[in-house]
């Protein structure tokens, strides 16, 4: 069902059947009778602009999604740690600056949406939600990651990077991450596939150390344009990953072994200070590159003989 109205009337309550709710209009605020939708599987209440959600959230016990992108909320009630069935949150484009610690209580949860928020830190207990598959924080205010990370061995896709937007982007975001490194608990993160810490100015890529140690076949490793001066000068060998952007950043020399790093289907260096990258690579032996421009390499088929 879907509303549009400008005020929700409190007898929303008599819905008490239903069963995915999708909320539209210039809201204010959400009435607490909201928490009497016991059977509510799925709510939907993006680019309404309220500042926080009714603690009776916590009551719809059944709740498996919740989409409360691009409100204004500015922070969360304790009661969100109640809704133990949760496997879905966006709450991505909103001001909140800090999460409940009842948050470790949504152990449920598959795909956690916390991007372009002004988070300045993540609690310890993030490490709880053993179910996560997906964690955004993208454009926040971070510049530490706890080490509890590691715990979530289950999480395939983590975003850190700072998006790019221009001036006249509706969705600029007022704050922008500034991480310096990653704990090295990553090593436990087995079911990791894709990573990104791009636009972290201050990155010192020493984590790029333990990923090369993975089992694990990454899909994509982004370290674009965060100041990099060094890389690992061994382990390219064993490195598994299909897309890995090393590009916008102060490399002035890559290590030889990088060029016989093949495990790969786009490699892109370009916008560094490395002068001989052209040279080396044209000369490989054991790559088959069937095309690169200004750095970006791709890789296709088997080792040339």
């Not at 959400?30 to 603690?55: C, F, M, Q, V």
């Not at 205010?141 to 700072?162: F, M, R």
Request: charged fraction near 25%; aromatic fraction near 10%; glycine fraction near 4%.
């Amino acid at each position: 069902m879907v509303f549009t109205d400008t005020i929700l009337s409190k007898n929303i309550k008599k819905l008490s059947k239903l069963e995915k709710l999708e909320l539209r209009g210039k809201l204010k605020e959400l009435p607490n009778e909201i928490g009497e939708l016991k059977n509510l599987i799925a709510l939907d209440i993006s680019y309404i602009k309220i500042t926080t959600l009714p603690n009776t959230i916590g009551k719809i016990k059944n709740l498996k999604s919740l989409d409360a992108h691009s409100c204004k909320l500015t922070r969360l009630p304790e009661s969100i740690g109640d809704l133990g069935k949760l496997e879905y949150l966006d709450l991505g484009y909103n001001k909140i600056e800090k999460l409940t610690k009842s948050f470790q209580k949504l152990t449920r949860l598959k795909e956690l949406k916390l991007n372009n928020n002004n988070l300045k830190e993540l609690p310890t207990e993030i490490g709880n939600l053993s179910s996560l598959e997906l964690l955004e924080l993208a454009n926040n205010n971070l510049t530490a990651i706890p080490v509890s990370i590691g715990n979530l061995v289950k999480l395939k896709t983590l975003y850190l990077q700072n998006s790019y937007y221009t001036d006249l982007d509706d969705f600029k975001s007022d704050f922008s991450n500034n991480i310096h490194t990653f704990p090295f608990t990553i090593r436990n993160m087995t079911g990791l596939e894709s990573i990104s810490f791009a636009h972290n100015k201050e990155f010192d890529c020493e984590i790029l150390k333990e990923l090369m140690n993975m089992p694990q076949k990454f899909e994509r490793i982004d370290f674009s344009n965060c100041n990099i001066t060094n890389l690992p000068k061994t382990g390219w060998t064993n490195f598994k990953t299909k897309r890995l952007d090393l590009s916008k950043n102060k490399i002035e020399s890559f290590p030889l072994e990088i060029y016989q790093f093949d495990d790969f289907n786009e490699l892109d260096l370009k916008n560094n200070g490395d002068k001989s990258l052209h040279y080396f690579f044209h000369n490989a032996t054991e790559l088959k590159v069937v095309g690169y421009l200004n750095g970006l390499f791709y890789f296709e088929g088997n080792k040339t003989k």
